[in-house]
């Protein structure tokens, strides 16, 4: 089974909410492990939506699964050493999502970030 799932996010909404509500925003909706690697890489707000985006698509693209009922804190987007984002869920539900292959990319474009999910279910 394929499923895929994509999302946009504004960047001047999160912009917005970032600056209305600063880390008490980003602890809803990010890890500390994802807001360190997001302030490090620079573009920090692009960098969120792009997180943000990515946790969305997951989501969608899982819906047809077990883990469907993923909160967004139980989904960590990471880079890699090349700098590739790879989806890392929380200890909890691994066992569900271990035999899953699943691919992310995220992408940016002046006002919107963009990413697709892509889980192979074999």
Partial sequence: MFEIGIDVVGI???SKLYSLYGEKFLSK???PEEIQEAKIKGHFIQSIAGKFAAKEAYIKASSSLRSYNLSLLEINILSDSINKPFICLKKTRTEETDHLSIR???S??????VAVV???NP
């Avoid at 940016?108 to 970030?113: G, L, P, R």
């Fill in 12 to 14: 001047k909404r999160i």
């Fill in 29 to 31: 909706i990010l890890n």
């Fill in 118 to 120: 892509a889980i192979l």
């Fill in 108 to 113: 940016h474009e002046k006002e919107y970030a």
């Fill in 104 to 106: 992310v990319s995220i």
